[in-house]
């Protein structure tokens, strides 16, 4: 069965300042999303999942997604803060979503296969997404009592920023095989030459330089989606009262892992990651896609 790419797109752009899914970064307008749907219909995806907020739903499908008729099939579904679990309601003085578990979770009626996950405002490269298919086309179902997944891992020198700090899933590795992962927020370099972030724990801690992060590139199958919903609910009873807490990706993969309920193979690529968390950033981002586009890689306009 084919892939399905499932792209995050619901995000605010709080720290960024406005819909940075939709701001032009190629020569001819292009967006890093246009790229990365781009890269996907070359590494053979045939379908792509938007999850997005209903409130500027009629500006993405213009904007966004009328640019990819006739070249992959496009869907959306709705993010929203209020789609929780039976007997689970949204506390007082909430705002926010409940972070990247309850946007894939979005899209457990719209997916009924495996599928890759991206950030809509990430470039990954084409070689993570022909990696990734790859990795779909080879695996085959095994039968054991474990899941099989995947990510694909970037050095963490390579996606900090130079205007603020950021949030990684850190990961260590062993066999090609991800080991465990952290989700570590505010990570940057500080005064003193190197990497730091707070852990899970809330505690400021050092991170290596050749430390793995996970930029929110995975694939998964679609037991993904019961796996998403046992892990919520504990969530929720948890943290379901706390007005800004988030549920992650890396944590259920993390949880799987060391449950010896599944595994995660980590793909490695040719890729550079770049992306933008602030409005500062953009100047890079259009930088590399230019030197991309002039070393060949890409064509403009994009076909």
């Known amino acids: 069965m084919e892939p399905t790419l499932l792209v995050l797109a619901a995000g605010m752009g709080s720290r960024y300042g406005g819909l940075k899914q939709m701001d032009p970064m190629g020569p001819n307008g292009e967006t890093v999303l246009d790229y990365s749907v781009y890269d996907a219909i070359r590494a053979g995806f045939k379908r792509v999942v938007f999850i997005i907020r209903e409130d500027f739903a009629d500006l993405f499908k213009e904007q966004v997604g009328a640019k990819f008729a006739g070249k992959i099939e496009v869907d959306y579904v709705f993010q929203k803060l209020d789609d929780l679990p039976v007997g689970f309601a949204v506390p007082e003085g909430r705002v926010k979503p409940w972070g990247?578990?309850?946007?894939?979770?979005?899209?457990?009626?719209?997916?009924?296969?495996?599928f890759a996950v991206i950030n809509a405002d990430d470039f990954y490269?084409?070689?993570?997404?022909?990696?990734?298919?790859?990795?779909?086309?080879?695996?085959?179902?095994?039968n054991d009592d474990k899941s099989h997944y995947c990510m694909v891992g970037y050095h963490i020198t390579k996606t900090l920023s130079d205007h603020g700090d950021v949030n990684r899933g850190i990961c260590s590795a062993e066999n090609g095989f991800l080991k465990d992962v952290e989700e570590v927020t505010e990570i940057k370099r500080e005064d003193d030459g190197n990497i730091y972030g707070n852990g899970l724990d809330g505690n400021r801690r050092e991170v290596p330089e050749s430390a793995i992060a996970s930029m929110n590139f995975w694939g998964f199958t679609n037991e993904f989606f019961t796996q998403i919903e046992a892990h919520f609910i504990t969530f929720l009873k948890e943290r379901g009262t706390e007005l800004k807490s988030e549920c992650y990706i890396p944590t259920l993969v993390d949880e799987l892992i060391r449950e010896d309920r599944g595994d995660c193979k980590v793909l490695e690529t040719t890729s550079s990651w770049f992306g933008v968390t602030y409005p500062e950033d953009k100047p890079h981002v259009v930088e590399n896609i230019q030197q991309l586009i002039d070393a060949g890689d890409y064509p403009t306009p994009l076909d």
């Open 125 to 142: 490269g084409s070689d993570a997404y022909q990696q990734i298919a790859k990795y779909f086309a080879q695996t085959t179902e095994q």
């Open 100 to 114: 990247t578990i309850h946007a894939i979770r979005a899209a457990r009626t719209a997916i009924s296969g495996p």
